[in-house]
């Protein structure tokens, strides 16, 4: 039982810097590791990058040097620092939250990022 919302999409130039936000709230146990993962229209969701609650961190191949992903146990907040953004990048953004024992996945409901050339 945890609840995730999303903050921070919008349109955005090529080159750009954006941040977007996922606040936790609920059961924050749950929050074991979190994620973000992306979605274009007609398209696969696609793994974006992930940190576990200590700070262990992977990224996709696609974002690893342009992307930082991070969070803030105090506040339950997962962050991700986008920089060098490409129209490539375009797509919803949802955070995914995942509990150290369960079998299971919670997500937000996205926010929209748009990077214009």
């Known amino acids: 039982q945890v609840q995730l919302e999303e903050s921070g999409g919008e349109l955005v130039q090529a080159g750009g810097s954006l941040r977007l936000s996922c606040a936790a709230s609920g059961h924050t146990d749950s929050t074991y590791a979190m994620g973000w993962f992306r979605q274009a229209p007609g398209k696969e969701r696609d793994f974006v990058a992930a940190?576990?609650?200590?700070?262990?961190?992977r990224y996709a191949d696609s974002v690893k040097d342009r992307f930082t992903i991070s969070r803030d146990n105090t506040n339950n907040t997962l962050y991700l620092q986008m920089s060098s953004l490409k129209p490539e990048d375009t797509a919803v953004y949802y955070c995914?939250?995942?509990?150290?024992?369960?079998?299971?996945?919670?997500w937000g409901q996205g926010t929209q990022v748009t990077v214009s050339s």
């Open positions: 940190i576990t609650k200590r700070g262990s961190t």
């Open positions: 995914n939250a995942r509990p150290l024992h369960i079998n299971t996945d919670y």
